[in-house]
């Protein structure tokens, strides 16, 4: 089955995993994604299936591991795990309540 989302993506589905198709995208990005990837040592596939995935990761798991980069040694990534669940949780309150202010 395929779907077209727009003029430039679309998705096809067969019995396993959906897969999508981006027409249009610039040279340089192409060029730029087969450098990132190759620098991983990993193929353009799986290197931009992990660009969408964290793109798209609800669950706080790629900042969590953003922080473990940068976080201060001896900080417990515990603690950096709690803060990140707080954050989300604080901001989706503000945003379910219209910052605040109680929704019709």
Same mark, same amino acid.
């Given at each position: 089955?395929? *779907?077209?989302?727009? !003029?430039?993506?679309?998705? #096809?589905?067969? /019995?396993?995993?959906?897969?999508? $198709?981006?027409?249009n995208v610039p040279?340089? @990005?192409? =060029?730029?994604?087969?450098?990132?990837? +190759?620098? +991983?040592?990993?193929?353009? =596939?799986?290197?931009?299936? %992990?660009?969408?995935? /964290?793109? *798209? %990761?609800? /669950?706080?798991?790629? $900042?969590?591991d953003w922080l473990? #980069?940068?976080? !201060?040694?001896?900080?417990? !990534?515990?603690? $950096?795990?709690? @803060? *990140?669940?707080?954050?989300?949780?604080?901001?989706?309150?503000?945003?379910? @309540?219209?910052h605040g202010r /109680?929704?019709?």
């Amino acid at each position: 089955m395929l *779907v077209n989302l727009d !003029p430039h993506i679309a998705i #096809t589905y067969d /019995s396993n995993m959906p897969d999508i $198709l981006i027409r249009n995208v610039p040279e340089a @990005t192409v =060029q730029a994604l087969k450098a990132r990837a +190759k620098g +991983k040592g990993r193929s353009v =596939q799986v290197e931009a299936r %992990d660009i969408l995935m /964290s793109a *798209v %990761d609800t /669950s706080g798991a790629a $900042l969590v591991d953003w922080l473990e #980069t940068v976080r !201060p040694k001896g900080v417990d !990534p515990a603690i $950096l795990r709690k @803060t *990140v669940e707080f954050a989300t949780a604080a901001i989706r309150e503000d945003r379910d @309540t219209d910052h605040g202010r /109680s929704l019709p």
